[in-house]
């Protein structure tokens, strides 16, 4: 079995920002809590020597990693043929950005999924020579077949699961909609991989569903993007396997601990996106529950906690939540805790500190908001309802404005004609591209953080 040495893994730590002050007789509170994840630095892995059994030799150094890369070979990729080739040349990028060391495998995906590299059930530990050796195998591949995309899960579940390692992570590539496989076989095979690797999804072209890609996304903690034109995968690619080789510590879980009488209400991530773990809560205790975020390397994210407390009067306070990052132990004893925040609500008399909203949460609060009402727009641009879509896609090019979204407003532009931003007035364009459409609504759930 690898060693992972975690010396040089990175720090957490947690900032609450809320107003604690509630009305007499209040009981929502609201809370943003920023996790960032500092100092881990660039993992150094080592080839381990060829002398001697691997678990045998502290040849390790750094997480141990597991990659899987999904390539869509169904019969629609030789259309037009240049896009195979595209894809082809962006797995190739991706195995190049492989640190020495790291465990990965290629899968052709089509209606079944079929080992590319290395074959017979395994993975290939990353140097010079398998990385030649899997590019060579690249080269075989042709266009043929439908479309299954839970099969490819599968199989790349099975794959990251042969070997004992830290971080395990996918990539998906495709370019069509799931159209040889059931949504609920789909959907079985995302509950069962969840919280066993992270995913980052890609569609190519503009002939694939963004809430199935979205869906893969949300279910395995990655992200999901449209690459409209194939020439560009490449580049991609790269950056998707220089953020996984960046990942540090998986499975890390945010845990809430409310006292008697309080109850959470949501959790969401809102930063970088939108991302709702109401539902993904498990039960870690008899007033606490686990949110999967997935995996870190050196960056920070934003949550939004709301908790509904006991209503009270004025002058008192308590202790509303308590916020901490954990990680799980390996041998299934105690999660190491991380770091942790408090969540408090105080009463008071004071109208104008009991009304303010804190600028964190409300900014947050538009940046979710932004989202649903994009994709309710679209929603309803696709089936007709006209008057609902420029009602809602003029509220949403109204949050960006004020919210500082550019990129979101850039691309509501492309869907609309702006008439004023400030109120959202705004008229439905009376053609779209394909391409426009769907980089909104991939991206509708892209957030920008508060300014300082």
Known sequence: MANFAKSHGPQFSVDVYQNEFLPEGGREVNAIVTVTATGGGTASYQVPSQAGPRDAQPWWQGPSAAVAIMVDCSGSMDYPPTKLHNAQEATAAAIDTLRDGVAFAVIAGTHKAVEVYPGGGRLARADAGTRAAAKDALRTLSAGGGTAIGSWLRLADQLLHTEDVAIRHGILLTDGRNEHEEPQALRATLDACSGRFTCDARGVGTDWEVKELKAIASALLGTADIVANPAELAADFRRIMESAMGKEVADVALRIWTPQGTDVTFVKQVAPR???????????????????????????????????????????????????????????G?????????????????????????????????????????????????????????????????????????????????????????????????????????????????TVRVKK
Do not use: C, F
């Open 334 to 446: 105690a999660p190491q805790p991380l770091a942790q925040g408090l969540v408090r609500a105080v009463w008071t008399a004071d109208m104008e500190a009991s009304t303010s909203i804190n600028r964190q949460v409300a900014h947050y609060t538009g940046q979710a908001e932004l989202a649903a009402a994009i994709q309710q727009g679209l929603d309803a641009r696709k089936a007709g309802d006209w008057d609902g879509a420029t009602s809602k896609l003029g509220r949403a090019v109204q949050l960006a404005d004020a919210l500082g979204n550019a990129e979101t407003a850039k691309l509501l532009s492309k869907v609309v004609d702006v008439v004023d931003p400030v109120t959202g007035t705004v008229r439905l364009k009376a053609k779209v591209e394909d391409a426009d459409e769907m980089t909104l609504e991939t991206r509708s759930t892209k």
């Open 274 to 332: 939108v991302e709702d773990l109401t539902h993904r809560r498990t039960a870690s205790g008899p007033r606490s529950g686990d949110y999967p975020t997935g995996s870190w390397g050196d960056e920070s994210r934003d949550y939004h906690v709301a908790v509904r407390v006991p209503s009270a009067g004025i002058g008192q306070e308590m202790l509303a939540a308590r916020v901490a990052l954990v990680l799980p132990s390996p041998d299934g």
